[in-house]
C-alpha cells in the first residue's frame, strides 16, 4: 500500500489530499456538502479517474444524508438532482459515471425503505466502492507485475498512482506489486505538462514510498528511448472505448508512437470501471478542454507573451493498434483488443 491516504470518508465530510498543493505541502481538505466535494473534483484537488470515482461516491452518500425531507419522492428528486450535478464536473474519466450509475442503482434497490435506511445503504455502497477500488487495483498490480522484467526502466506518463485511485494505483500500482514481488524497477516520469501531475504527483508519490524514479521532460522520451535507457511504457487510461482506443492525459498518444517506433511495449493498466463498452472506438469520447491560462503559466508565473492563444485539450487517445496490452483486475487483454475486452466482461459461469 501507500504510505498516505488519497482521500477518506469521516462520516461527515469527505476529507481529500489537496493535490493542487503538492509537493510543497501536505494538506487535508474537508468538504462538507456534495456541492463542496463536486467543486474539488472540478478544481483538481482530487483527480485521476478511480479517484475521481470514489470521491464523486462519498460525495453523493454526503449530499444524501443532509437532504432533509423524510417523503421518499423528495428525497428520491434531491437525490436525482446531487447524481446530475456530479456528473456535470469532468467529462472525460468514464469512472465518474460508473460510480454514479452504482449510487443510483443503490437507491434504486432501497427506494422502498425509510430514508435513513437509504441513507446507510448509500454511505455503506460508497465505501464499497473505495474498498474494491484499492482491491481491484492490488489485483491488476499483480497481473501487470508479470510482464515487468527484473531490473526494468519504465516510462510512465501523469500520475496513475495512489493518487489516482482509491489507494494503491493502477500504472503506479502494477510497479507497487512488480516491487512487492523482488523486482528491481526504475520509474521515469514525464512531467505531463501543463498541470505536472508527472512532476508533481508521481516523482511525489514514489519518492514517499521508496521506489527509485527520474523525471524528465515529455520531450526527452523519444531521445531515451531511441538510447536504449527505456524498457517499457506503463500509463493508467481515463476512458477505454469497446474496440481498445484509450483515453488518457495529453501527452500519452505521443509517447505511444514513439514506443512503436523503437519496438517498445506500451501497456495500459486500468480496472474494468475504466472500459466503456457504450462507446465502440476512441472518436466517442468527450475530450475536456480546459483553462488555456494553465498552458500560458507555470504555477503562478506567465510564461507566454500577454494575450498568447493556447490551446489545452487535457486528454488524447491512443488508437488499439498502439497498445501492446490492457491490464486489468481479470487479466491481461491483448490484440485483437476487441474481442479480448469482450471476453474480459464475460461472466466466468457462461463459459
Ligand atoms: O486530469 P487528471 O489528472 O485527472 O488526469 C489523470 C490521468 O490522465 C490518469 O492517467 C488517469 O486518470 C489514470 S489514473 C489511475
Keep these: 500500500m501507500s504510505s498516505f491516504k488519497t482521500l477518506e ?15 510543497a505541502e501536505e494538506v487535508m481538505l474537508a468538504c462538507r456538502s456534495a456541492e463542496e466535494t463536486a467543486r474539488a473534483i472540478e478544481n483538481m484537488v482530487v483527480r485521476g479517474a478511480p479517484a475521481i470515482g470514489v470521491c464523486a461516491a462519498m460525495g453523493l452518500a454526503l449530499g444524501a444524508k443532509q437532504i432533509k ?5 423528495a428525497f428520491a428528486k434531491s437525490f436525482e438532482t446531487l447524481c446530475a450535478r456530479m456528473a456535470r464536473t469532468r467529462p472525460t474519466a468514464v469512472n465518474l459515471f460508473w460510480a454514479i450509475d452504482r449510487m443510483k442503482a443503490r437507491f434504486a434497490r432501497e427506494e422502498k425503505r425509510p430514508v435513513s435506511e437509504i441513507q446507510n445503504a448509500l454511505e455503506e455502497e460508497a465505501l464499497a466502492i473505495h474498498a474494491e477500488d484499492i482491491a481491484v487495483c492490488r489485483a491488476l ?3 501487470g507485475a508479470e510482464v515487468v522484467p527484473d531490473g526494468a526502466r ?7 498512482g495512489a493518487l489516482a485511485t482509491g489507494g494503491y494505483g493502477t500504472a503506479l500500482g502494477v510497479v507497487r506489486a512488480a516491487v512487492e514481488a523482488g523486482k528491481r524497477v526504475h520509474v521515469i ?9 508527472g512532476a508533481r504527483l508521481t516523482v511525489w508519490e514514489l519518492q514517499k514510498d521508496k521506489i527509485p524514479v527520474t523525471l524528465i521532460t515529455d520531450s526527452m522520451a523519444g531521445h531515451l528511448m531511441q538510447r536504449g535507457e527505456i524498457d517499457l511504457v506503463i500509463v493508467g487510461a481515463d476512458r477505454i472505448a469497446a474496440n481498445g482506443d484509450v483515453a488518457n492525459k495529453i501527452g500519452t498518444y505521443t509517447h505511444a508512437v514513439l514506443a512503436r517506433t523503437h519496438d517498445l511495449p506500451f501497456y495500459v493498466a486500468a480496472p474494468l470501471s475504466t472500459i466503456d463498452l457504450r462507446t465502440p ?11 488555456p ?10 510564461i507566454a507573451p500577454e494575450g498568447t492563444r493556447a490551446l489545452h485539450p487535457a486528454f488524447d487517445v491512443t488508437p488499439a493498434a498502439y497498445v501492446s496490452g490492457i491490464i486489468t483486475e481479470m487479466g491481461l487483454a491483448r490484440s485483437p483488443l476487441a474481442d479480448s475486452i469482450r471476453d474480459l466482461f464475460r461472466d466466468p459461469g457462461s463459459k
Design 9 to 23: 470518508w469521516a462520516g461527515d465530510a469527505v476529507l481529500l489530499l489537496d493535490q493542487r498543493k503538492l509537493p
Design 69 to 73: 425531507s423524510n417523503d421518499s419522492a
Design 141 to 143: 498490480g499483480r497481473v
Design 154 to 160: 519504465i516510462l510512465t506518463h501523469c500520475n496513475a
Design 189 to 197: 516520469s514525464s512531467e505531463t505538462r501543463p498541470f505536472l501531475q
Design 281 to 291: 472506438t476512441g472518436a466517442g469520447i468527450p475530450i475536456e478542454s480546459r483553462d
Design 293 to 302: 491560462e494553465e498552458v500560458t503559466r507555470a504555477g503562478a508565473s506567465r
